[in-house]
């Protein structure tokens, strides 16, 4: 599997980090598209300006996620427990081992290593990726409406 590919749709397999049930905000191409659009409307640019600006889809946990996986494809998956904290401390490694030499560090390797902590951080637990209070107010501010994660997943499905 992939070092990074948490949820594999053309080998049905899933890494699952800790319980898989530290819920994470998500957002779509498509949703991220009609919040640019909307914060960049005359009536919402003031409120907008110079401001960071929280968005999403749908909230949910890995669990949920491989549950809509295993109902679009009708099948079970093979599921692999890793620990949120072992995967934080690889990336801080690497990317400290990095930081080291002299020679400058491979894009790839450098992007690696940050993963791993962002993985770590988005899926463990803590919900450092849910920001729920940010995220309703600008949700109503730009009049946003969330997404169902089913439809979503049955969508991505439908293109493996």
């Known amino acids: 599997m992939p070092e990074h590919e948490e949820f594999d749709l053309i080998n049905h397999s899933a890494i699952i980090f800790d319980s898989g049930t530290a819920s994470f905000d998500a957002i779509t191409k498509a949703q991220l598209g009609r919040a640019v659009v909307a914060a960049l409307l005359p009536a919402n640019a003031y409120a907008t300006r110079n401001q960071y600006v929280f968005v999403r889809s749908f909230t949910l946990t890995q669990t949920q996620v491989l549950g809509y996986l295993q109902g679009a494809t009708g099948s079970d998956w093979t599921i692999q427990h890793r620990s949120s ?10 990317f400290a081992e990095m930081m080291k030499r002299p020679e400058p560090a491979t894009e ?30 600008w949700m109503d501010i730009l009049q946003l409406e969330e997404e169902t ?4 997943v049955r969508r991505v499905c439908e293109m493996f």
Do not use: H, N
């Open 85 to 94: 904290t072992e995967q934080s401390f690889k990336g801080r490694a690497a």
């Open 149 to 152: 994660p089913e439809a979503v």
């Open 108 to 137: 790839k390797g450098f992007y690696a290593a940050i993963l791993d902590i962002v993985v770590a951080v988005y899926f463990g637990y803590g919900g450092e990726a849910r920001f729920t209070e940010k995220t309703t107010k």
